[in-house]
């Protein structure tokens, strides 16, 4: 005799990047279990594939989880967790002054979605030369070599993220380049041009929360910004 279903609850939200409504579920415990074996590895390629995999598991519309952004996961699973645990969490920050750690607990509707007015940016390098930049997908920061960081790695990714180079003549789309133009291209550039490409992504969409405490060891008013999944379930 089979046993009983249980139906789970559907809700509604919305991908940043692609400005497109979804409906989801919460994840049960079976995908729990894949998130709590993956944070516990503490490899980031293994917790970034169970989140992706719950993701997937939890929402009804068909998505290509390659294609999202990383702010579109954080913003997806912000929602997926709230409705799935509870409608808070505990965050851990350290006092400005001593350095004490500082427990405190947030609503999740109160840590603000990633806002995303448009899915390029075009940024002006010369008076004739540009480059018009898209956000990271997930897919290719998955492909990234994990031995490779620094500069090296921060190039890699700048070049998965070119859409397309323009001067006073044409406009060159990225996927007709091969990647090593794309890198003699980066490498051609000055200090800063290279940095108005590196801020894209420091500038880039992500959740933040303005978190406001005291200080229970020395009193101190503390006023921090909180960005990206991390700090919200670190």
Do not use: H, W
């Not at 409906?23 to 995908?31: A, I, S, T, W």
């Not at 954080?74 to 509870?86: D, H, I, N, P, T």
Request: charged share 30%.
């Amino acid at each position: 005799m089979a046993l009983p279903t249980l139906n789970a609850a559907k809700y509604r939200t919305v991908i940043p990047s692609l400005n497109q409504e979804i409906e989801y579920r919460p994840y049960l415990v079976k995908e729990e279990k894949i998130l709590m074996i993956a944070l516990e590895s503490k490899d980031s390629n293994q917790i970034l594939g169970a989140l992706k995999d719950v993701i997937v598991s939890c929402v009804y519309n068909d998505i290509d989880a390659n294609q999202l952004t990383m702010f579109d996961l954080e913003a997806l699973f912000l929602r997926l967790r709230s409705k799935s645990v509870g409608e808070k969490t505990e965050v851990r920050a350290k006092c400005d002054e001593c350095e004490t750690e500082n427990k405190t607990e947030i609503l999740f509707d109160d840590i603000e979605m990633p806002v995303v007015k448009n899915s390029t940016t075009t940024i002006e390098l010369t008076k004739d030369v540009g480059v018009v930049m898209s956000y990271p997908k997930i897919g290719n920061l998955e492909k990234q070599d994990k031995n490779v960081d620094g500069v090296e790695g921060l190039t890699e990714i700048l070049i998965d993220s070119i859409d397309s180079i323009y001067d006073a003549d044409d406009v060159y789309p990225a996927q007709d380049s091969k990647r090593e133009e794309l890198k003699e291209f980066i490498d051609s550039l000055n200090s800063d041009q290279f940095s108005k490409l590196t801020d894209f992504f420091t500038d880039s969409p992500s959740l933040k929360y303005d978190l406001q405490f005291k200080c229970k060891n020395c009193g101190k008013d503390n006023d921090i910004e909180l960005r990206g999944l991390d700090n919200f379930f670190g």
